[in-house]
């Protein structure tokens, strides 16, 4: 085995041209520690990485770094083979998952390990979880290319860009499709630009852009960016439009993006300004101050959208789900997300931005951030910098947090799978799926009623005496515990007995009425409910003018029984008052009714609601205040 690894090793040395010193391996090799042939090509492969991240641009043009990074997942997911030719790169070759996801602990360029798993779902949906060297070799190159049109992008008139603000996006041109700006009911079309930092929108001029309106998205203040729907009026007849709101913002900031068939522009551009605002929003929240590990972030972030950009290139005919490729976007949807997000914020403290592999170093070394310290350090510090593979050993809390989120949101998925078919049934069928799932409990209720109306004397008494006792002795907490119990020991009753899997709730919608009586019985439905709407109406606003003292001689009246019931409250222990309903309760059910009861009093209650007026209503037609 040792063997087929050095010829691994040999391999890769002699693609940058370095010596096969083993030594080097054997003096970090931990004796007790397992996989030897695995390390030994991670650590070769990362002193390959360390030499060509130098240069990165010049050897993604050429295609050597896409052939070799291929190679060394190749390798990586074969390290015994003694076939040299098995980790070269070919055009019927492929790797998996797992090698993927390593490289971009090496260096995260293709794949940040963050999100690298759902990259690369994304990547090979259509190619059965395998990823073939063209189109990895492909991805690089749209990447490259993405990289290179962003640099190309003007600055929005009337802005100069921070020194670290880098364009991300840019739509609206005469190149490309348009963009509108929605205020009030005028349409304004333009150029929208977003960067790292802000959202600038120029509006069309007659010549040339107008000076830009800036949306800063870095602000640590309550911003939020959502779906909305724009159309004549007012109307909400397109869905194709962000709404940007924000509590500096008196009104929210509407931008369409027209287009005559779906809606993936506004989705890919609510995807790219979420994922700003969390960036930001993950700095403040995880107080990450360092300037160095906050342009880390920042370039982490920069990479996942330009691979977001490389990935709708590659499928145009069916765009990528954003948030796949997006880090904040990504993790503020799913379920535990926030532990990924912690965990990555902890990592951060232990990433050496300075290497020449870092997010950060890889966008120096493509012109697009402007270095922070004199080329000369950076060289300096690059030389010094050690392997890639150690800042690998860091990252397995990170991972492990990943991989648990990963498998809760497969579960979610699958969850919700379940209940979309629910979610397109109609008022109909709503209603009696409804009444399908309440018939246990309707069959319960009878049971009860027995009980309350004395049908079953002896179990009555039992009931009052319980209920009493209960409340006396101050056992409800004792009571509500023991029913909870019961409830836990009727589930695993079930789960043994398999009940959960045989159940299925069927409904049938078919009906012995014909369409004339189907018709009678919705108009009487709708009777109802508009009788109960009127019922409900009218009772709110006889208690509003009871308040109101519309009728001085019915609030006073209320007054008095307040009074009382809190003189009452305030004096006798509440569990007698307690004791006092329950037994009243259970008397106004039983034959001891009319002895108690008097329909005169009942009458003069009805009576005397009756006599209260309600609050005056006046439906016009027009606003208050709306001239014509």
Request: with cysteine; hydrophobic share 40%.
């Given at each position: 085995?040792?063997?087929?690894?050095?010829?691994?090793?040999?391999?890769?040395?002699?693609?940058?041209?370095?010596?096969?010193?083993?030594?080097?391996?054997?003096?970090?090799?931990?004796?007790?520690?397992?996989?030897?042939?695995?390390?030994?090509?991670?650590?070769?492969?990362?002193?390959?990485?360390?030499?060509?991240?130098?240069?990165?641009?010049?050897?993604?043009?050429?295609?050597?770094?896409?052939?070799?990074?291929?190679?060394?997942?190749?390798?990586?997911?074969?390290?015994?083979?003694?076939?040299?030719?098995?980790?070269?790169?070919?055009?019927?070759?492929?790797?998996?998952?797992?090698?993927?996801?390593?490289?971009?602990?090496?260096?995260?360029?293709?794949?940040?390990?963050?999100?690298?798993?759902?990259?690369?779902?994304?990547?090979?949906?259509?190619?059965?979880?395998?990823?073939?060297?063209?189109?990895?070799?492909?991805?690089?190159?749209?990447?490259?290319?993405?990289?290179?049109?962003?640099?190309?992008?003007?600055?929005?008139?009337?802005v100069?860009?921070?020194?670290?603000?880098?364009?991300?996006?840019?739509?609206?041109?005469?190149?490309?499709?348009?963009?509108?700006?929605?205020?009030?009911?005028?349409?304004w079309?333009?150029?929208?630009?977003?960067?790292?930092?802000?959202?600038?929108?120029?509006?069309?001029?007659?010549?040339?852009?107008?000076?830009?309106?800036?949306?800063?998205?870095?602000?640590?203040?309550?911003?939020?960016v959502?779906?909305?729907?724009?159309?004549?009026?007012?109307?909400?007849?397109?869905?194709?439009a962000?709404?940007?709101?924000?509590?500096?913002?008196?009104?929210?900031?509407?931008?369409?993006?027209?287009?005559?068939?779906?809606?993936?522009?506004?989705?890919?551009?609510?995807?790219?300004?979420?994922?700003?605002?969390?960036?930001?929003?993950?700095?403040?929240?995880?107080?990450?101050?360092?300037?160095?590990?906050?342009?880390?972030?920042?370039?982490?972030?920069?990479?996942?959208?330009?691979?977001?950009?490389?990935?709708?290139?590659?499928?145009?005919i069916?765009?990528?789900?954003?948030?796949?490729?997006?880090?904040?976007?990504?993790?503020?949807?799913?379920?535990?997300?926030?532990?990924?997000?912690q965990?990555?914020?902890?990592?951060?403290?232990?990433?050496?931005?300075?290497?020449?592999?870092?997010?950060?170093?890889?966008?120096?070394?493509?012109?697009?951030?402007?270095?922070?310290?004199?080329?000369?350090?950076?060289?300096?510090?690059s030389?010094?910098?050690?392997?890639?593979?150690?800042?690998?050993?860091?990252?397995?809390?990170?991972?492990g947090?990943?991989?648990?989120?990963?498998?809760?949101?497969?579960?979610?998925?699958?969850?919700?799978?379940?209940?979309?078919?629910?979610?397109e049934?109609?008022?109909?069928?709503?209603?009696?799926?409804?009444?399908?799932?309440?018939?246990?409990?309707?069959?319960?209720?009878?049971?009860?009623?027995?009980?309350?109306?004395?049908?079953?004397?002896?179990?009555?008494?039992?009931?009052?005496?319980?209920?009493?006792?209960?409340?006396?002795?101050?056992?409800?907490?004792?009571?509500?515990?023991?029913?909870?119990?019961?409830?836990?020991?009727?589930?695993?009753?079930?789960?043994?007995?398999?009940?959960?899997k045989?159940?299925?709730?069927?409904?049938?919608?078919?009906?012995?009425?014909?369409?004339?009586?189907?018709?009678?019985?919705?108009?009487?439905?709708?009777?109802?409910?508009?009788?109960?709407?009127?019922?409900?109406?009218?009772?709110?606003?006889?208690?509003?003018?009871?308040?109101?003292?519309?009728?001085?001689?019915?609030?006073?009246?209320?007054?008095?029984?307040?009074?009382?019931?809190?003189?009452?409250?305030?004096?006798?222990?509440?569990k007698?008052?307690?004791?006092?309903l329950?037994?009243y309760?259970?008397?106004?059910?039983?034959?001891?009714?009319?002895?108690?009861?008097?329909?005169?009093?009942?009458r003069?209650l009805?009576?005397?609601?009756?006599?209260?007026?309600?609050?005056?209503?006046?439906?016009?037609?027009?606003?208050?205040?709306?001239?014509?």
């Amino acid at each position: 085995m040792v063997r087929k690894t050095f010829n691994k090793k040999v391999f890769v040395c002699r693609k940058i041209g370095t010596s096969v010193d083993e030594q080097e391996f054997e003096s970090l090799w931990k004796p007790e520690a397992s996989g030897y042939s695995r390390k030994l090509i991670e650590f070769y492969c990362s002193k390959a990485l360390n030499v060509m991240c130098c240069d990165i641009q010049e050897e993604i043009s050429d295609g050597s770094f896409s052939r070799f990074t291929f190679d060394m997942m190749l390798a990586w997911e074969m390290p015994c083979s003694d076939d040299e030719e098995s980790y070269k790169v070919d055009q019927d070759r492929s790797v998996g998952e797992d090698a993927f996801v390593w490289l971009g602990t090496l260096v995260p360029l293709v794949v940040d390990v963050v999100n690298g798993r759902f990259t690369f779902e994304t990547l090979t949906a259509s190619t059965a979880n395998r990823l073939h060297f063209p189109a990895y070799d492909r991805f690089l190159k749209e990447i490259d290319r993405c990289i290179k049109h962003l640099q190309k992008q003007t600055t929005p008139k009337g802005v100069e860009l921070a020194d670290d603000e880098f364009i991300l996006h840019v739509e609206g041109t005469a190149s490309t499709q348009r963009v509108v700006r929605h205020i009030g009911g005028a349409s304004w079309p333009g150029r929208l630009t977003l960067t790292n930092y802000a959202l600038y929108f120029e509006t069309s001029g007659v010549i040339s852009y107008e000076d830009a309106i800036k949306l800063d998205l870095s602000k640590d203040v309550d911003q939020s960016v959502k779906p909305a729907a724009t159309g004549p009026w007012g109307a909400p007849l397109f869905d194709k439009a962000i709404v940007y709101e924000s509590s500096e913002l008196q009104d929210g900031v509407v931008l369409e993006f027209p287009e005559m068939t779906s809606s993936t522009r506004r989705d890919h551009w609510l995807a790219l300004v979420k994922e700003v605002i969390l960036l930001h929003r993950f700095l403040s929240k995880f107080k990450v101050e360092s300037p160095v590990q906050a342009w880390e972030v920042h370039a982490r972030a920069i990479l996942g959208i330009v691979r977001l950009h490389a990935a709708r290139e590659m499928l145009r005919i069916s765009p990528p789900v954003p948030r796949s490729f997006l880090i904040f976007a990504l993790f503020d949807e799913l379920p535990k997300g926030d532990y990924v997000l912690q965990e990555l914020a902890e990592s951060l403290k232990k990433v050496d931005c300075s290497h020449p592999c870092s997010a950060s170093s890889i966008l120096r070394s493509m012109n697009i951030s402007r270095p922070c310290a004199p080329c000369a350090v950076v060289k300096e510090i690059s030389e010094k910098s050690g392997c890639v593979g150690d800042q690998v050993d860091n990252l397995s809390s990170l991972e492990g947090a990943i991989n648990q989120v990963r498998e809760e949101a497969k579960e979610i998925d699958i969850a919700k799978a379940t209940a979309q078919g629910l979610k397109e049934e109609g008022i109909g069928e709503s209603a009696l799926i409804l009444k399908e799932s309440l018939k246990p409990l309707a069959n319960v209720l009878p049971r009860f009623e027995e009980i309350l109306t004395w049908e079953r004397p002896e179990m009555t008494v039992i009931a009052i005496g319980t209920i009493l006792l209960v409340v006396y002795k101050e056992w409800v907490g004792k009571a509500i515990a023991t029913f909870l119990l019961w409830l836990i020991s009727k589930m695993v009753w079930a789960r043994r007995q398999r009940i959960g899997k045989r159940t299925k709730i069927i409904v049938c919608t078919a009906s012995d009425q014909t369409t004339v009586e189907s018709l009678v019985s919705a108009q009487h439905g709708l009777k109802t409910v508009q009788y109960i709407m009127q019922l409900a109406n009218i009772t709110i606003l006889k208690i509003w003018s009871i308040l109101l003292s519309r009728s001085p001689k019915h609030t006073d009246i209320v007054m008095m029984a307040i009074t009382g019931a809190a003189i009452v409250l305030a004096v006798v222990p509440f569990k007698y008052i307690i004791m006092a309903l329950v037994l009243y309760c259970f008397t106004m059910t039983s034959k001891l009714k009319k002895h108690v009861e008097t329909q005169q009093g009942n009458r003069r209650l009805k009576e005397w609601w009756d006599s209260i007026p309600i609050v005056p209503v006046e439906v016009v037609d027009k606003a208050p205040g709306y001239e014509t």
